[in-house]
Structure formats: C-alpha cells, structure tokens
T-cell receptor, first 111, second 115 residues
Framework: TQLLEQSPQFLSIQEGENLTVYCNSS?????LQWYRQEPGEGPVLLVT?????EVKKLKRLTFQFGDARKDSSLHITAAQTGDTGLYLC???????????FGKGTHLIIQP | KAGVTQTPRYLIKTRGQQVTLSCSPI?????VSWYQQTPGQGLQFLFE???????NKGNFPGRFSGRQFSNSRSEMNVSTLELGDSALYLC??????????????FGEGSRLTVL
C-alpha cells in the first residue's frame, strides 16, 4: 500500500504570512495532484505535476514535484482568508488503486 | 455545465441496515470513482467504474458494492451497516479512466451517519 504523508496536519497563521505544506512518500508516483476542499464541499483540483523537479504557479500558490517524484510541496505567499481549507495531495502510480490521497493539511488563515 | 450530483446529501441509518447512494457524473464523463472520507483515515478509494465496468477496487469488504448504468450514472451500496461506516462518501467523475492523469471532479458528497 502506497502512503502519502502530509505535514503539518494543522496550520493556523495570520493573513499576509507565507507558508509551506508538504506531501511525502517512499513510493514513486507518475503524477501528483493537489486539491483544496472547503467545508460541505468536495475537493477541487488545483494542479497536476508530472515531471520530476517541475514547478507550477497558480497566482500566489507555488507547487513543486520532487526530483525523484516521491514528494511535493505547496507554498502560499501572502496568505488570504480565502485560502482557508483542507489541502489534499493525491498520487497516481498507474496501478489498480486509483488515486492515493494523503490525509490533508487543515489550513486556517486568520484575519 | 452541471457538476457532479450526489443524492442524498445527508442520511441517518441504524446498524444492520443497508444504504444506496447515487451519483450523476458530468455530462460526457464515463468514469465514476467513489471515495470514503473520515477524519481518521482521510480519503480512501472504494472503486472506479468506466463504461459500466468496474476497473479498480480499493481495500474494502464485500459489503461495499457499486454499479454503473449505461448513462454513466452510478450507485454504491453498503449492506449490513456498521458504526464505522459513518463517513462522507464522495463521488468523482472524469472523462477517462483514473489510470490517466485526468482531473477528478468531485460531488459535494453524501454524509452517512450510522447509529
């Protein structure tokens, strides 16, 4: 069973601060996705990274896929209250198990 | 276009009962995946259907089953409910099978409480 460990599990910071959350595994993934889930809703895809070392930017969010395709990070610059939510990483190995999700990072941005 | 629709949104059952949840994917999407989300275990993959065939299955007991109809709508059934089955059940649709890198579009989920 492939596992994705996300850290930190919980993070509460003030608006305007920067933060980084991590997604780590001992397994190699062919691609990795990041989702954000808000209360009462399903997860929404933010980005997919495919190539080792790849960096993608989505406004104030920067996503990086590790060189060995085993880990990823999400960096948020100048966090806003609207960034509050559960951030999930999900890896695809190409096997028969579908996407493997981490347990997520609960992010709270306080005004 | 309309998103993924899951019904019912909330339901309460008692131990031993069975439940059927429904999912209507985005028009044109042929793949439907089901996930169970709990605070302790996070999102866990149940199964995926593509063109009415089960393509992948997660590590859940046989009490959990599903099917997909010719119009791509899907249902999942849980029989002999246990307290531990209380969870948010999420359905996700995609154009292609999850073995690709396609985006998953999730519904809002069905929150099941087992008493």
């Amino acid at each position: 069973t492939q596992l994705l460990e996300q850290s930190p599990q919980f993070l509460s910071i003030q608006e305007g601060e920067n933060l980084t959350v991590y997604c780590n595994s001992s397994s190699v993934f062919s691609s990795l996705q990041w989702y954000r889930q808000e209360p009462g809703e399903g997860p929404v895809l933010l980005v997919t990274v495919v190539t080792g070392g790849e960096v993608k930017k989505l406004k104030r969010l920067t996503f990086q896929f590790g060189d060995a395709r085993k880990d990823s990070s999400l960096h948020i610059t100048a966090a806003q209250t609207g960034d509050t939510g559960l951030y999930l990483c999900a890896g695809l190995s190409g096997g028969a198990d579908g996407l493997t999700f981490g347990k997520g990072t609960h992010l709270i941005i306080q005004p | 276009k309309a998103g993924v629709t899951q019904t019912p949104r909330y339901l309460i059952k008692t131990r031993g009962q069975q439940v059927t949840l429904s999912c209507s994917p985005i028009s044109g999407h042929r793949s439907v995946s089901w996930y169970q989300q709990t605070p302790g275990q996070g999102l866990q993959f149940l199964f995926e259907y593509f063109s009415e065939t089960q393509r992948n299955k997660g590590n859940f007991p046989g009490r959990f089953s599903g099917r997909q109809f010719s119009n791509s709508r899907s249902e999942m059934n849980v029989s002999t409910l246990e307290l531990g089955d209380s969870a948010l059940y999420l359905c996700a649709s995609s154009f292609s099978s999850s073995s690709g890198t396609g985006e998953l579009f999730f519904g809002e989920g069905s929150r099941l409480t087992v008493l």
